[in-house]
T-cell receptor
Framework: DAEITQSPRHKITETGRQVTLACHQTWNHNNMFWYRQDLGHGLRLIHYSYGVHDTNKGEVSDGYSVSRSNTEDLPLTLESAASSQTSVYFC????????????FGNGTRLTVT | AQRVTQPEKLLSVFKGAPVELKCNYSYSGSPELFWYVQYSRQRLQLLLRHISRESIKGFTADLNKGETSFHLKKPFAQEEDSAMYYCALRGGGSNYKLTFGKGTLLTVNP
């Protein structure tokens, strides 16, 4: 069955370190998204991609970057981790139809100390 | 700009009681609306979408363009409905990204 997987599930890092969160999907979806989930803020879009070599900023993109070198993967990089980036990160993908639902990964819980 | 408002952070009801989770949106065009649910320790999953006009697990939601609302309803709540519920909006055309509300945590008490 097609799926979307995130790794690691949990990560603890120190302030200032570079961190990369992986997202891999086997749906063959063109659209991929990264969200962060925080209490009181819900889900906020960080970056998204509509295809290989396409990346776009979401509403909370500062301090994050993504790259899309193939259809399956959209890694999220925190250039210099900050305590404000402690959160749960969700990757999602969707197909090309306008009413296609998002398929979410299990999430990565990141703690920046 | 697109915006989704879920006015209730927390909602607590008793088993068998009706439940309504409110969602209001702001969007200048014709939006597509969705409800997503996150059960404890599980990933977010689609519950229903307005375009399908379906009932899933007893839940329904009607898009009211006049009131810009997409409230989620269920006539008789079950304990297994306890979860976090998110309303989400997608703009039309080739805009595939979803804007989510802040979520409502529903607790159904026995």
């Amino acid at each position: 069955d097609a799926e979307i997987t995130q790794s690691p599930r949990h990560k603890i890092t120190e302030t200032g370190r570079q961190v990369t969160l992986a997202c891999h999907q086997t749906w063959n979806h063109n659209n991929m998204f990264w969200y962060r989930q925080d209490l009181g803020h819900g889900l906020r879009l960080i970056h998204y991609s509509y295809g290989v070599h396409d990346t776009n900023k979401g509403e909370v993109s500062d301090g994050y970057s993504v790259s899309r070198s193939n259809t399956e993967d959209l890694p999220l990089t925190l250039e210099s981790a900050a305590s404000s980036q402690t959160s749960v990160y969700f990757c999602a993908s969707s197909g090309g139809l306008s009413n296609s639902p998002l398929h979410f990964g299990n999430g990565t819980r990141l703690t920046v100390t | 700009a697109q915006r989704v408002t879920q006015p209730e952070k927390l909602l607590s009801v008793f088993k068998g009681a009706p439940v309504e989770l409110k969602c209001n949106y702001s969007y200048s065009g014709s939006p597509e609306l969705f409800w997503y649910v996150q059960y404890s320790r599980q990933r977010l999953q689609l519950l229903l979408r307005h375009i399908s006009r379906e009932s899933i697990k007893g839940f329904t939601a009607d898009l009211n363009k006049g009131e810009t609302s997409f409230h989620l309803k269920k006539p008789f709540a079950q304990e297994e409905d306890s979860a976090m519920y998110y309303c989400a909006l997608r703009g039309g055309g080739s805009n595939y990204k979803l804007t989510f509300g802040k979520g409502t945590l529903l607790t159904v008490n026995p």
